[in-house]
């Protein structure tokens, strides 16, 4: 998300701030080292967590009242939902970024993602669809920024 709408370290700790966290310059680039990097420290679920819900409240605005409690434990439906609130996607949005990474998926594939895990059609969303979907952000909102060698029909993760 950070390359696909070019936020730098200011606008990063910003959308931590909106979430109610502090964060610094240092711990977001400890974060974005390789991980075999000694400086590498893994971003924890609650931190990406806070980190989307301050995106949420950057793009959509923020809610009146008490804010939502950050999850303890992430898993890719929750990431792709929360995604799906702060860029305010309909089904047919998405299913075009998707289609801009090379995926097709039908409307009750996509449903199945956002659907309760008590539910007979959820599905979970495996991190291909994931990864193939931030890249069909990243050509959606940052076009003309592709990897090299890569055009918009190849471009897959």
Request: aromatic share 8%; net charge positive.
């Amino acid at each position: 998300m950070r390359y696909a709408f070019n936020f730098d370290d200011t606008k990063m700790v910003a959308l931590f701030a909106l979430a109610d966290h502090k964060v610094t310059r240092c711990q977001i680039s400890d974060w974005l080292k390789k991980e075999d990097d000694p400086a590498f420290q893994a971003c924890s679920d609650r931190e990406l967590a806070l980190f989307l819900n301050g995106l949420i409240d950057d793009r959509r605005g923020k809610k009146e009242g008490p804010q939502p409690e950050p999850e303890q434990r992430l898993n890719n439906n929750i990431i792709l939902r929360k995604l799906r609130i702060a860029l305010n996607l309909n089904d047919e949005a998405m299913l075009a970024i998707l289609m801009l990474a090379g995926v097709r998926l039908s409307k009750h594939e996509l449903s199945a993602f956002f659907r309760k895990p008590d539910h007979k059609h959820y599905r979970d969303c495996r991190d291909q669809i994931l990864r193939n979907f931030l890249a069909g952000v990243q050509l959606e909102y940052r076009p003309g920024k592709l990897p090299e060698k890569a055009s918009k029909a190849a471009f897959k993760w």
